[in-house]
């Protein structure tokens, strides 16, 4: 009996893990990419900052450069372990998929022909 995904309008259908797990490649690498733009800007600013505060600030902001290299190292990571699955094992992601409260991030963790289709409207707010 095949493992089946409730997808988030009902339908299911198999789900390969080695896909599941390119699909968390992806998100991990995209997450990579925004943290390193967000380290760029950080960086910006504090060459703006007085040379007091800016020590202060170094120090704790080298733990966005931590961020970015592990997140690009556990993508490294889910890409191998998605070449190594088994191309018969399966899993259902649903239940998972369905705690993920920002609603495109979820679908694009159900569905590969979503990954593309993110307009970058996603569920945040700006103030």
Not at 30 to 59: C, K, T, V, W
Not at 77 to 98: E, F, K
Request: charged share 20%; hydrophobic share 45%; with cysteine.
């Amino acid at each position: 009996m095949k493992n089946a995904v409730k997808r988030m309008n009902g339908a299911s259908e198999a789900v390969s893990v080695a896909g599941i797990l390119g699909r968390l490649e992806s998100e991990l690498t995209n997450l990579a990419r925004l943290a390193d733009q967000l380290q760029e800007a950080i960086g910006e600013l504090i060459a703006q900052a007085p040379p007091a505060p800016r020590h202060s600030f170094l120090s704790k902001v080298q733990n966005l450069d931590l961020l970015v290299q592990s997140l690009h190292g556990i993508a490294t990571y889910l890409s191998i372990l998605s070449r190594a699955v088994p191309a018969g094992w399966t899993l259902d992601p649903g239940a998972a998929a369905s705690a993920v409260k920002l609603s495109n991030l979820a679908q694009r963790l159900l569905d590969d022909a979503a990954r593309g289709a993110d307009d970058g409207q996603g569920d945040c707010v700006l103030f």
